[in-house]
């Protein structure tokens, strides 16, 4: 075999070698992003969880104001009738 059909094996084997170097870290690099990705789907759920009661909390108005301001709305003949149920 001639020196440079050995010279152009070598540089196609160089190129393999490289090529399957950013095949194998492009690779390493998507498994990281799945693993941040699957740790980002599993703890923020408690977080989420206790992030949105706050919110839902602190739109809900006091107790006795949604009381007064559902009585103020109510039909009395229906909640006379409610009440005498609720009795019996």
């Not at 399957?20 to 992003?33: A, H, I, M, P, Q």
């Not at 949105?52 to 009585?71: C, E, T, Y």
Request: proline letters at 5%; glycine letters at 4%.
């Amino acid at each position: 075999m001639s020196v440079g059909f050995n010279v152009f094996l070598h540089m196609i084997f160089v190129l393999l070698c490289v090529g399957l170097g950013y095949v194998l870290r492009w690779s390493l690099e998507e498994f990281k992003e799945l693993d941040q990705h699957i740790a980002r789907m599993k703890q923020p759920e408690h977080l989420r969880h206790d992030v949105r009661h706050q919110h839902v909390a602190s739109q809900q108005p006091p107790l006795s104001n949604m009381s007064n301001n559902l009585q103020s709305k109510a039909d009395p003949a229906k909640l006379a009738e409610l009440k005498a149920n609720m009795k019996k």
